[in-house]
């Protein structure tokens, strides 16, 4: 009885989440927060229960935005600016 609902709440979700899909960002904190603290919620909780699941989310939430601020450095002077590889 339990599993009809949560099928239409996951096909809801699917469908919701495609219709308002934005561009993807490699370096976007903002998102990296968002997925950082929805893992870090889940594995929190899994590890120590109710009470840990906001330590993970914080945790989680910190973590991932300070991983996607720092994954821009490939693309800008660092490996081309210093006239390493142009003749």
Known sequence: MKRKPLVIATLAAGL??????????AGDPVAGAIVGGGLGAVIGHSVGGHNATAVGAVAGAALGSAI????????????????????
Do not use: C
Not at 16 to 25: Q, R, V
Not at 72 to 86: E, K, L, N
């Open 16 to 25: 919701a989440t495609a219709a308002l899909s934005m561009n993807a960002s």
């Open 68 to 87: 996607a601020a720092d994954s821009g450095r490939y693309y800008g002077d660092g490996y081309y600016g210093d006239g390493y590889y142009a003749p």
